[in-house]
């Protein structure tokens, strides 16, 4: 399924409306002094809409991505508008003073940080864009501050974090990975692929007949997966997930590995189920595509990615602000 400018459109309207919207919110910080009760935006001027800091930030990059697939769209201009007014140096250092605090070293750790490289990474991808070029320059010192958190994040992570939310250390490993390629800097890839093995290469029997949990938005053992095709060969790669999932072959092939269904697409927590589905589906892909060529398996999960894929484009409930400030975001990811 491809992205079409109607639908980008009406994604773009999600993040528009949220970006510079202060509230709700839900300020995720340990507070230190009198000085940390403050408005949002007075906290972090930049990124202090969509309900919290790491939908604020993915909301930019859902932006900054439309507007370069699509620059000629009614919308562009409205979005480069928005982009502008959030990345301006006054803003940024607000920003770097926010993360450099006490106490806040492990913020945003390793989902919101991830995310910022992404946005980093994605700003990068521009071809003679004066106004990405600007943004990125202006981003630069949170870029740096960024990728050193994470590298530092993986190389101390005694034991892999398996959630399926935020703190799930393979997503996050995932998305500091790319950026990390993406922008040049192979050493720090190398270093957190290093780390990748060294936390999952060992893995058997992923439980992923016991997915879901009630509030994921990431598949534990697909966000594994989908890390590991990223730092392993093809082969190598089919060989860990033979040992990783030896159930696969029921509930990945006979189609018991269906779409879940959110009961409460206003409640914050059970809307999570709605964007579960488009992780999943971008997962799936991924694992497909990291298989070798004519893989047996290949067909069977690029079936599942695209039942989840519809089941994923249909959870988008623009009136339920619970789940349209942030499954914008996972949308875009999915189909670009």
Known sequence: MNLTPTLAAELAALALGGLHREYPNRIGHLLTSDADVRAPRELTPAFFGCFDWHSAVHGHWMLARLVRLFPTEPFASEARAALDVSFTPERIHGELEYLMRDGRARFELP????????????????????????????????????????????????????????????????????????????????????????????????????????????????????????VLAPEAFADWLSVFLPRRGTSLTDGSFAPVRCPDPSDGRLAHLDGLNASRAWMLRGIAEGLPCGHALAAPLLDAARAHTEAALAGIHPEHYAGSHWLGTFAVYLLT
């Open 111 to 230: 989902y919101g940080m991830g995310w910022l490289l992404t946005l980093g990474a994605e700003l990068r991808r521009f071809e003679h864009d004066d106004d990405a070029l600007r943004w990125r320059d202006v981003l630069a010192p949170l870029m740096e501050l960024g990728f050193d958190r994470l590298a530092r994040y993986a190389a101390e992570l005694p034991y892999p974090v398996r959630s399926g939310e935020h703190g799930q250390s393979a997503f996050g490993l995932s998305l500091a990975l790319d950026a990390a390629r993406a922008t040049g800097r192979s050493e720090m890839a190398d270093s957190i692929a290093r780390d990748a093995r060294r936390l999952y290469q060992g893995d058997r029997d992923g439980p992923l007949h016991l997915e879901p949990s009630a509030f994921d938005f990431l598949s534990p053992c697909l966000g594994e997966a989908d890390l590991m095709r990223r």
